[in-house]
């Protein structure tokens, strides 16, 4: 499948980055020769359809931000709000401003009024007149308007029409042949038909987050003027040429002139003494004007790697543009080089392909999750959330994030970020879990949507792949939709006119500087094979796979598929009392309550996550109602957290192996990272940024080195697994403990073993009855091991982890542990120091509502002291954190 300039084999050699220059961009500043600009964010009016609510409102913002913050709705969060609040998405509502313009603005040859951002359906109305009509959420818009001002004051209306109606309408227009889904299932509580909208797919619902179909100008709006030319957008995206060792920049200019223009370009990177001058015309119009800098083959490039395997260093790029002597546009951008092939190539004993990612050369086990909407209302995505969550990725080690395709396309700080840590982004196009129509008009403003969304987003080294959609191959594959045979190829037809046609042929026009795949999951170069839908686009031999099983014993490696990338799996749990406190009332503290069914967006989910709980705990059983209710809380995050390290663990440790065909896996991208609200979900972060007991797992299961313990044939096994550059000579040491005693039985320690680089190799083994007679006085029920990874000089590499030789709820001499905490403060920040009087497996501590985050948090504890610090994120002091915090072992919830 050759998806970029060099194709041999199966290798997708494609190379990469700068990061985009926009308007209001974070990389750069456009300063272009006698243009004027007006911004028209802040305060504007908003009514609905009759009149009978009208506030002010801010821009960029949406309706229900707004209604909120003049108070006439509570939080939409709250208790029932998503389902009481409805109304909202179902009347018409105009956005409304009035402003003046100087003669200097006025007077300009031309003169747009830009939208960076419309949600959704709307007409624009300029002093009366309408001037332009929009239909998609993930679309910049802009309008002729010099004709259109006035001297005096100017009236700017933005008539939305219901999101929901609009839906509705449009499906019934398409009355040839269903476009499935109707509707989201009845536990979703839902709205139907998203599928004919432009917009954040679940907005109107999913079965991790509320219906809340937004509408408003989330982002910015402003008036452009200019006499000769206006400079839209910079791009800058460096390519290698493996040939020659030698790097080139393609710069991509898109200009509007108001009439042909003659012009100098220069480019230049001074910090790589490269300078280049090129002779142009701008055409009349919008018009992208394509530019190649050849850089000084003497330079040697510093290269952006991902978190955990280098820097990420940039360089500046310089664009000005000359006129008869006068400069007509100046401006700069970041610069960063690296390079992304995606690998599908033959498997020595194996059938089936490869799939993995070759950054600089450099073959990269992709380590992380993946990222919804962070918020309903976008407007109340801020810097700040989003730094949070992103270093909360780098601080559990992550190197990867997968932009999920039902929600948006970040706004630009996300992926400055990410290119700042060094996160790569695997980025889906805005279609998932449906079927989608193929009118002239939708795949239209589908084309100007992808158009703009790559070039917004090409020159970002973190994206190193493009992806069509999430899970629409599988969905058409397997028949999720009861699609009747007979019209099989109407569906498949309208997949391959959407995915192949139109956005696949777009970006390879667009970006031919890393991959791109139609779908996810997916057999990639297979598929493509197939006619681009597999017969079977699980098949572990080839591309992504997602899987899920919520009945199957999760602490059992054998459940999981031995796949070439897991793209997406996951479980389920409850948020912390905390972050659900504030939107619900003492009558919701019930794991069977309205609210928590409410709450639960997934089919059984409530039930599902007790019943896994129950395969090796105890379930809570406190005849206090609130402590019940905690105890369910903190046990849903102990299930989830070990279930989602079982699984890791277990695509870590395969990357070197082929096994019956299978294996060689190198990508383990769990469902999911945030959270859009505070109910249950796959999330290991809470809405509000509280880590839940799974990223504190992340923390040490997705380490650099890593020792992984699994029984096979009642063997133990240990794996060392390294993402390391380089080679390392480590030993297995394993302890083992009695439930009952602190002191460890035996110590175990394998002999020292080379462990290459990016590999996974086994250190220890042992059948477990011969481990235990080696201790004496122990069996499988009264003790447990710990075991960690030493270098030849008896330093220790990686975490210690844990291996349970029975189920918890079978452990022999498992005592509550009585564990006292001192809280301390000095020059450094706070600190919590615990003495326990006995082995304390999933400790959890909790400071209630004072945000922050402990260093270590739901481990296992095996000592009499343990100290760990706290990150608080407001000021707090000794006195408040002492009052707050609660400590919750495993055997005080039964």
């Not at 007077?107 to 109305?125: E, N, P």
């Not at 296992?860 to 990150?871: A, E, G, H, P």
Request: proline share 5%.
């Amino acid at each position: 499948m050759t998806l970029c300039g060099n194709c041999v084999f199966g290798v997708l050699l494609c190379s990469c980055f700068g990061v985009s220059s926009m308007f209001t961009s974070v990389h750069g500043s456009f300063h272009v020769s006698g243009s004027v600009s007006l911004s028209l964010t802040g305060k504007w009016s908003l009514c609905n359809d009759n009149g009978s609510v009208c506030l002010p409102a801010e821009v960029p913002g949406c309706v229900h931000s707004a209604l909120q913050r003049q108070g006439f709705i509570q939080d939409p969060y709250f208790r029932f709000n998503d389902v009481s609040y409805r109304w909202i998405s179902f009347d018409n509502w105009t956005y409304t401003t009035t402003f003046t313009v100087s003669t200097q603005l006025r007077t300009k040859q031309k003169v747009l009024l830009v939208f960076d951002g419309v949600d959704t359906v709307a007409s624009v109305w300029l002093n009366g007149v309408v001037i332009g009509k929009t239909d998609n959420m993930f679309r910049r818009y802009d309008f002729s308007v010099r004709d259109s001002l006035q001297d005096r004051d100017n009236v700017l209306k933005v008539s939305f029409m219901s999101p929901v109606v609009y839906a509705s309408e449009r499906r019934k227009a398409h009355s040839a042949y269903r476009v499935p889904p109707e509707c989201p299932p009845d536990v979703q509580k839902g709205e139907c038909h998203v599928n004919f909208i432009r917009k954040e797919q679940s907005s109107f619902s999913w079965d991790w987050g509320p219906s809340f179909p937004t509408m408003g100008l989330w982002k910015g709006v402003r008036l452009e003027a200019f006499d000769v030319l206006q400079l839209t957008h910079v791009s800058s995206v460096p390519l290698h040429d493996s040939s020659l060792s030698q790097w080139r920049v393609q710069v991509e200019l898109l200009v509007d002139a108001v009439q042909t223009t003659n012009g100098q370009i220069t480019l230049s990177i001074p910090e790589l003494d490269s300078e280049q001058s090129f002779y142009t015309l701008f055409l009349p119009g919008l018009t992208k004007n394509s530019f190649t800098l050849h850089l000084n083959t003497s330079n040697q490039v510093k290269l952006w790697w991902p978190n955990g395997h280098g820097d990420q260093p940039f360089y500046q790029l310089t664009v000005r543009g000359l006129q008869d002597g006068f400069m007509i546009l100046n401006t700069t951008s970041k610069v960063y080089f690296r390079t992304v092939e995606l690998v599908q190539e033959p498997i020595v004993g194996s059938p089936g392909l490869s799939f993995y990612f070759r950054i600089n050369g450099k073959p990269i086990f992709l380590k992380g999750s993946n990222w919804i909407p962070a918020h309903s209302f976008q407007d109340q995505v801020t810097p700040a959330v989003l730094r949070n969550l992103l270093q909360s990725a780098v601080d559990a080690s992550m190197n990867a994030l997968r932009v999920w395709g039902g929600g948006v396309y970040e706004q630009d700080l996300f992926y400055s970020i990410c290119d700042e840590m060094g996160l790569m982004i695997w980025q889906d196009f805005m279609f998932a879990c449906a079927m989608y129509p193929t009118e002239d008009d939708f795949i239209q403003t589908v084309s100007e949507e992808v158009v703009q969304q790559v070039q917004r987003l090409k020159s970002h080294p973190s994206i190193i792949i493009w992806s069509g959609n999430n899970e629409n191959e599988a969905a058409l594959a397997t028949d999720w939709f009861n699609i009747p045979v007979s019209q099989r190829p109407i569906y498949l037809k309208d997949y391959v006119t959407l995915y192949v046609n139109n956005i696949r042929q777009i970006v390879q026009q667009e970006d031919q500087s890393r991959p791109f795949l139609v779908s996810s999951p997916t057999n990639g170069a297979e598929s493509e094979q197939e006619s681009w839908v597999a017969e079977n686009p699980y098949d572990p031999h080839y591309g992504d796979t997602h899987f899920y099983s919520y009945t199957l014993d999760c602490w059992d490696w054998r459940t999981f598929p031995r796949t070439r990338f897991a793209s997406e799996y996951g479980f389920q749990s409850w948020p912390s009392f905390s972050t659900l406190q504030p939107v619900s009332i003492k009558e919701d503290w019930s794991y069977n309550s309205n609210f928590s069914s409410h709450r639960q967006h997934h089919q059984d989910g409530n039930e599902q996550m007790l019943q896994q709980a129950a395969l090796h705990f105890h379930l809570p059983n406190s005849t206090d109602p609130l402590k019940r209710f905690t105890d369910t809380l903190y046990i849903t995050q102990v299930m989830q957290a070990e279930c989602v390290k079982a699984q890791t663990e277990f695509y870590r440790r395969s990357q070197s192996e082929i096994v019956e065909g299978k294996g060689h896996t190198m990508g383990a991208l769990y469902w999911q990272l945030n959270d859009i609200w505070q109910a249950p979900s796959w999330s290991s972060i809470e809405f509000g940024g509280k880590w839940k007991m799974l990223h504190y797992f992340a923390q040490n299961f997705f380490s650099a080195v890593l020792p992984v313990g699994f029984k096979d044939d009642d063997t133990l096994f240990i794996y060392a697994v390294s993402d390391l550059s380089y080679n390392l000579t480590l030993r297995a040491v394993v302890s083992v403990y009695s439930w009952s005693d602190l002191d460890p039985v035996c110590t175990l320690t394998s002999d020292l073993l080379l462990v290459r680089g990016g590999s996974a190799a086994t250190i220890f083994k042992q059948p477990v009855a011969a481990l235990l007679a080696r201790c004496g006085h122990c069996t499988r029920l009264t003790c447990l091991l710990t075991f960690h990874l030493e270098d030849s000089a008896g330093a220790q590499q990686g975490p210690t982890n844990h291996h349970f030789l029975c189920s918890p709820k079978d452990a022999q001499g498992l005592q509550r542990p009585n564990i006292t905490a001192k809280v301390q403060q000095d020059q450094t920040g706070y600190s919590v120091t615990l003495h326990s009087a006995s082995v304390a497996p999933f400790i959890w501590l909790d400071v209630g509502n004072i945000p922050g985050r402990f260093s270590s948090n739901g481990f296992l504890m095996v000592s009499r002291n343990r100290t760990v610090s706290f990150t608080a994120w407001r000021p707090t002091s000794v006195a408040e954190l002492s009052r707050s915090l609660t400590v919750t072992s495993l055997r005080d919830v039964y």
